[in-house]
């Protein structure tokens, strides 16, 4: 399951590489669209409130078409923190981010690293060189892989080519 970031879509060049990535390795890939994209609205819910949508998501299909299928979360930015934070409760056996926004720009101060740290299962972090909200850390359970580019990463075969290794290295083994 992606979901997308704050300002855009689950057509994003990334959410798309990976997309794309997922389903190469024989994964099946939900992108979910959140509440307040779908009523036409350009900024997000609270953080409480998209945290909700998610999990009522992951819970309703894991009542029907992904029902005893093991799940990994994912997204990219505000997406990728809707997914760490509800990692535990979801079930999720692994967590996928594109471009985890470690920090507000020029606010190094305000680390979000604590919703990094938080998660226990395996996580891949995809990462522009140049990310204005910082460049997370590796970590127990966390890949970090940088790629050409900023937040934005306009790049979906950069992305698709980090997700593809990452999956080949951890879903089956995540998954048995």
């Known amino acids: ?27 099946s890939v939900a992108l979910v ?13 609270p953080a409480t409130q998209l945290d909700a949508a998610w999990v009522a998501v992951v819970q309703q299909l894991r009542s029907g078409p992904l029902k005893n299928l093991p799940v990994f979360a994912g997204g990219r930015s505000s997406g990728a923190r809707v997914a760490c934070r509800t990692a535990a409760e979801t079930g999720a ?8 926004p470690l920090h507000p720009p020029g606010r190094p101060e305000t680390s979000r690293l604590s919703e ?11 990462q522009g060189e140049r990310d204005p909200f910082g460049l997370p850390p590796d970590g127990p359970n966390r890949t970090v892989v940088r790629i050409p580019g900023t937040h934005s990463l306009r790049s979906s075969e950069a992305v698709a080519a980090a997700v593809a290794e990452w999956f080949a290295a951890n879903a089956y083994a995540v998954m048995s």
């Open 93 to 100: 056996v692994g967590v996928v981010c594109l471009a985890f």
């Open 116 to 126: 990094l740290d938080a998660v226990t299962v395996p996580t891949l972090v995809v």
């Open 1 to 27: 399951m992606l979901g997308h970031g704050a300002g855009g879509g689950i057509g994003s060049p990334d959410l798309v590489g990976a997309a794309k990535a997922a389903r190469a390795a024989g994964l």
């Open 33 to 45: 669209e959140q509440p307040y994209r779908v009523a036409g609205r350009r900024s997000p819910a």
